[in-house]
């Protein structure tokens, strides 16, 4: 049996007087791969943002890797790449090799000997990504998928166990959707980080991801992707708690 590493227990959550998350319970194992899917609004955000500690639990607990999220030291161990990591204007003044570098820097810990150095980890995390070749290129210069690739990039530069992506094929274009998911894949499988996956592309994550979670205020579905793949569209419709055929049309 996997371990959890993270643990969500009766979870509730209100902006003002609107609720947004209710009684969320979850794990989340060690070595998964989790789609985190729901419509528009539906407490996607709200509930990494609670993972991630940034905003204040209300209601119920979460721990990370045993410890109360309250009181839990990141030290690198988890790492997130947000919506807006692609959206670089052309001519913005930093290099890959800088953009990575701020991932490795964040939450470092002190050199031992034999270990890798700052531009060592750079590269290495690039290479994971197919983007070795970049190093010295402007950030603004590359496609949204491409920067894409080196937030990445920068988010496993100091090796996290549980990375968090927030929605991060918007921008990317579809021809370079599929080639995505393949590598979150390979950083699942062969890196043996632990994923979570925030999406509307329900359709497209079900083939990569080890457990789905429908969410829409509440938990409608958590399980195993193919078996909600084989129900009826209705049911889909009712667990997504969002009309199903409309979903791959959102983006
Ligand atoms: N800081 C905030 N203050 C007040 N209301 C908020 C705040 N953040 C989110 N909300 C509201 O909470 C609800 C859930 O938002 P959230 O961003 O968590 O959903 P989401 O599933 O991530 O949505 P999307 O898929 O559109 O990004 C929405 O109605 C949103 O308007």
Redesign the pocket.
């Known amino acids: 049996m996997s371990k959890p590493i993270l643990t969500v227990r009766n979870v509730s959550h209100r ?2 007087k ?1 609720p ?1 998350l209710e009684n969320i319970t979850f794990e989340i194992n060690k070595g998964s791969f989790v789609g985190l899917v ?10 990494i943002k609670l993972l991630l500690g940034i905003e204040k639990l209300q209601r119920g607990e979460i721990s990370a890797f045993g410890q109360p999220i309250q009181k839990f030291k990141n030290k690198g161990r988890i790492s997130y790449v947000s919506q807006k990591a692609n959206s670089f204007g052309r001519g913005f003044p930093a290099t890959v090799k800088e953009v990575v570098s701020m991932g490795v820097m964040h939450n470092q810990k002190p050199l031992l000997p034999g270990q890798k150095n700052t531009l060592e980890l750079v590269k290495h995390a690039l290479k994971q990504v197919n983007m070795e070749d970049y190093l010295n290129r402007n950030i603004g210069d590359l496609s949204g998928g491409q920067q894409q690739r080196v937030f990445i990039a920068r988010a496993i530069a100091n090796e996290p166990e549980l990375l968090i992506l927030d ?1 991060p094929t918007v921008g990317v274009d579809s021809q370079n959707v599929e080639q995505f998911y393949q590598l979150l894949s390979r950083l699942n499988q062969d890196l043996g980080i632990t994923l979570v996956l925030v999406s ?1 592309d329900i359709g497209a994550i079900t083939t990569y991801v080890t457990d789905l979670l429908c969410l829409n205020r509440t938990i409608h579905y958590h399980g195993n992707p193919n078996d909600f793949e084989n129900m009826p569209d209705e049911q889909r419709s009712k667990l997504y708690g969002h009309n199903i055929n409309t979903i791959t049309h959102d983006h």
């Open positions: 902006y003002e609107q947004v729901g419509p528009n609004g539906s407490g996607k955000t709200t509930l929605e509307h």
